[in-house]
């Protein structure tokens, strides 16, 4: 069948929108899978005689994970909002395929903007995404350039934005579900049974020393089914360049992650399933060259600025207990235990972090989240369905600091060479409770309305609480068009393992002293969204889109990297005003797909109300009296990209466009803009005495375009970072 990376469905739209087509020439699948069951063909007698597996059994489980499968998607409305669809075929199709980092792979989605450390904007945002797997919210990290979750084990990715239903809280600029390959592992397609095992193990080499393998198993046992995936990587480009130069200088990292999903059917009507997963990655910080010492230290000569040896350490693991039950044709439910904790630690040069800044900090930043959530869908009649819902969980974050800093006068300038250590610990706990009551009403055969409410209540280093009112609905215009509208009343509490615990007071009278004596603590933002956007099939091979976003903002959230260390901290301003326009294209026809996507957006802010120590006066000042880009508005982002398959060989790439993210003194100028451009080509062998053998190389940068993400100027932005020069991969595997 033809497939296509991204899939596009305005409000829950049934179409597929086609974006670039992948292998095999028989017609595209529809949008969603079909839960009915497949009626396989008679089993015949094994070569000894023996009789042939009970295939009937088979086929029950498989028939019943379909079902729960089909019951756990009615528990998440998508009424009001826009959604778009990766499924494993679609990235298959990307440049560099299940290989791509999942942070590029959403970045093919429209509104999405890339920015270091592999942070992603979604309509003017900063971070504020909220991950899920198998539709259960995994606790955020803490921030920093290692990606928690791989694009390998993703059965289907999607993005959902926009006015939001409210089942969605806390962290509202975009959800990314992710359907796990183990969660849908009773059968890969409709006439196939599942196998009892199998999987596939891969290498990929490349650029800038880029080692990696990996290896995903799975299969089923009975009514237990199973995914496992793990991969470990290595290169000397773990984060981006502080130059523009080909090779970084000390950024070798090292990254092992892995991934199990076990799913046990009591019953046709029950499932027992167990999630868990760990990311441990080690960063060398990148050094610049040329840079000039700013202190002096007693009995030591200064080291080159390009010869440093500060590192960040990242590990996170998390696990998920759920427990799904289809009690009658009407009522659905599942309840979720879940825990993560999360950990960075920073290790500065001693010696060069306090001849080049004045401070040399030994950081460890931990969190550890624990809770339950409960979801549960009732059919009260053909035309409404009621769906509730709860969500606790607990926090306890650490962060331990020890500085070593030289004193200095009240000009800030150095007095003597002799530093010593201050210690700035702090523990903070906190709890978030929300719970929700909405309905979804088919008005018409044309409309359907989904209305409700929220009430959540966060209490970490100030308690506060509000109650959301969430309004979406669809309208088929026709067949081939359909409107969607939204509106809902956002509650954006600030994430625990970000705020800042400094004591401002400690650090007076040192090269370490901060801008302001102000610390307001960091508040919840509270947002009215307003979402319209329509879907058009204008003709059999090319549907197009349109969609519009106003948000009006009170104690608008942001974050920075204030410090020396790779490690962001929350902050508001007082007001923000966030809109913009999106558009799509994407044409299909056989073997062929192409997509394009443009987004125009404004991102403005006033006044900072929180972490005010971490800005210099004038920079306060201004900020107060005028309206304000913020560090990671853009305001033209683009991506494109088209595939073809041709005699099993499958031709694909990419691009990506964007205006500039801002800088210079209170974001009041932006970057130049970039356009990038990535090409792939893969193809399976099938090999006399080894079997199937998939091969891929793709090119990341093609035209080798050297530009600036950041280049160390603007509200919260440290040292710059550069996008990859051109780099070159050769990805193998094997599958079993």
Known sequence: ??????????????????????????????????????????????????????????????????????????????????????????IAALPQGDNTALNQVLLQAPGVTQDSFGQLHVRGDHANLQYRINGVIVPEPISGFGQMLDTRFADQVSLITGALPAQYGYRTAGIIDIRTKGAAAAGEDEETPPKPFGGEIGTVIGSHGDREVNAQVQGTAGRLSYYLSGSFIENNLGIENPTGSRNAIHDHTDQGKAFGMLSYLIDPDQRVSFVFGNANNRFEIPNRPGLTPAFTLDGAVAPSSASLNASQREKTDFQILSYQNKVSSTLDYQVSLFH????????????????????????????????????????LNGSHTLRSGLFVQYEHAIVNNTSSVFPAGADGNQTSGAPFSITDNGTLGGTTMGFYLQDEWKATDKLTVNYGARYDHVNTVVSEQQLSPRLGLTYELSHATRLHAGYARYFTPPPTELIDTTLVAAFQGTTNALPSGANTSVRSERSNYFDLGISHQATRNLTLGLDAYYRDVRHLQDEGQFGNALIFSSFNYARGRI??????????????????????????????????????????????????????????????????????????????????????????????????????????????????????????????????????????????????????????????
Do not use: C
Not at 65 to 85: F, H, I, W
């Open 579 to 736: 809109y913009g326009l999106e558009g799509t294209a994407n044409y299909r026809q056989g073997n062929f797909g192409a997509y394009a996507n443009l987004a125009l957006s404004r991102a403005m802010a006033k006044g900072i109300e929180s972490g005010q120590f971490n800005f210099s006066a004038d920079e306060l000042a201004y900020i107060a009296n005028n309206w304000v880009h913020l560090d990671h508005d853009q305001t033209v982002s683009g991506s494109f990209g088209a595939s073809y398959l041709w005699r099993g060989t499958q031709f694909s790439g990419d691009a990506l466009f964007g205006s500039g993210l801002r800088n210079g003194f209170a974001n009041t100028t932006h970057l130049p803009g970039y356009f990038q451009v990535n090409v792939g080509v893969a193809h399976t062998f099938d090999a006399p005495v080894i079997g199937k053998l998939k091969t891929r190389f793709s090119i990341v940068n093609l035209f080798d375009r050297s530009y600036a993400l950041r280049d160390g100027t603007g509200i919260g932005v440290g040292a710059p970072q550069y996008a990859p020069r051109r780099s070159f991969y050769l990805a193998l595997s094997k599958p079993f």
């Open 1 to 90: 069948m033809s497939r296509f990376p991204l899939r596009v469905l305005a409000a829950g739209a049934a179409s597929a929108f086609a974006l670039a087509a992948q292998a095999q020439s028989a017609p595209p699948a529809p949008a969603s899978s079909a839960s009915s069951a497949s009626t396989n063909p008679p089993a015949l007698p094994a070569g000894d005689g023996t009789p042939p597996p009970d295939s009937k059994t088979l086929n029950a489980v498989v028939v019943s994970a379909k079902r729960l499968d089909e019951a756990r998607n009615k528990l998440s409305p998508e009424t009001g909002s826009s959604v778009y669809r990766f499924d494993k075929e679609d």
């Open 340 to 379: 993560r904790t999360s950990r960075i630690d920073y290790n500065p040069d001693p010696i060069g972090d306090l001849v080049y800044n004045g401070v040399a900090s030994n950081i460890m930043r931990s969190n550890e989240a624990y809770g339950m959530q409960a979801d549960a869908s009732y059919a």
